[in-house]
């Protein structure tokens, strides 16, 4: 039924995308859950945490960050020309589980050595020196969905008792984007990064759940959709996933 569906979805988008590249370069965001457009970047940071978890995660569960990469993309030639990747130490759940080691590839041994999430932030913030990112070249955080900025960094921040980087407070949501640009915000299959990679005549390298991995496949889908004509301009943002969460929490 699963693979059915998939074939599907991936049918229908390969009909669509024919034509509708000649038709118009991006689909008409819902105001109310877009932030403004940006301007012109000349850089894309894109970012995957990977966190502890367990199997069955228990309420209020806190994923502390334990690798933290990222890739940088020139938004001008497409091209990846840096890497940055580090693992994290994590504060609380300092043994992994069985299930987060699996997952993830991440073992005890790798997160005992690592630094912690602090120490690791203001070497990121180096890297971003080093490229002059945020002076002399403007950036933005790219990411898949809303997850990585809106839920794990102000928890781990929090957890740290560090503030919030101000440039994370907005980023491209690479998946929003693709949902909507290829009409697939229809669909009601979940997504995967194999997906949409697959929908987009790719496929992932790599190990899946691997932060730097994962990160390197979403870089790959951000410069395709660019390429197909798509403007990638900062559409989330922590205020709007804050509101979404009060919702949720109110519903409980």
């Not at 690592?114 to 002059?132: G, I, M, Q, R, Y």
Request: glycine residues 6%.
């Amino acid at each position: 039924m699963v693979f059915d569906i998939c074939r599907g979805v991936k049918e229908v988008l390969m009909r669509r995308l024919k034509n509708y590249y000649k038709k118009q370069k991006n689909v008409k965001p819902e105001k109310k859950n877009e932030c403004s457009t940006s301007p012109r970047q000349d850089y894309f940071v894109v970012i995957d945490f990977e966190g502890t978890c367990e199997e069955e995660n228990t309420a209020g569960y806190i994923h502390e960050i334990i690798e933290f990469p990222a890739i940088l993309v020139n938004a001008r030639t497409l091209e990846l020309e840096d890497e940055f990747h580090r693992y994290c130490r994590p504060l609380e759940k300092i043994m992994l589980s069985k299930f987060c080691q699996n997952l993830t590839g991440i073992t005890q041994e790798t997160v005992n050595d690592a630094k912690p999430f602090s120490d690791v932030l203001t070497e990121f913030n180096a890297w971003l020196e080093k490229h002059h990112l945020g002076t002399e070249n403007m950036f933005v955080i790219a990411t898949d969905g809303p997850w990585d900025m809106g839920k794990f960094l102000p928890a781990q921040c929090t957890l740290s008792g560090i503030p919030v980087p101000g440039y994370a407070s907005r980023w491209v949501n690479v998946r929003k984007h693709y949902r909507r640009y290829y009409r697939a915000e229809e669909f009601q299959t979940p997504l995967t990064l194999e997906l949409i990679l697959e929908n987009l005549g790719m496929s992932f390298e790599g190990r899946p759940h691997s932060g730097i991995d994962d990160a390197r496949n979403i870089a790959k889908i951000l410069v395709k959709m660019v390429r197909d004509g798509l403007d990638p301009n900062v559409n989330d943002d922590i205020a709007y996933q804050r509101r979404i969460a009060e919702q949720r929490n109110a519903k409980k």
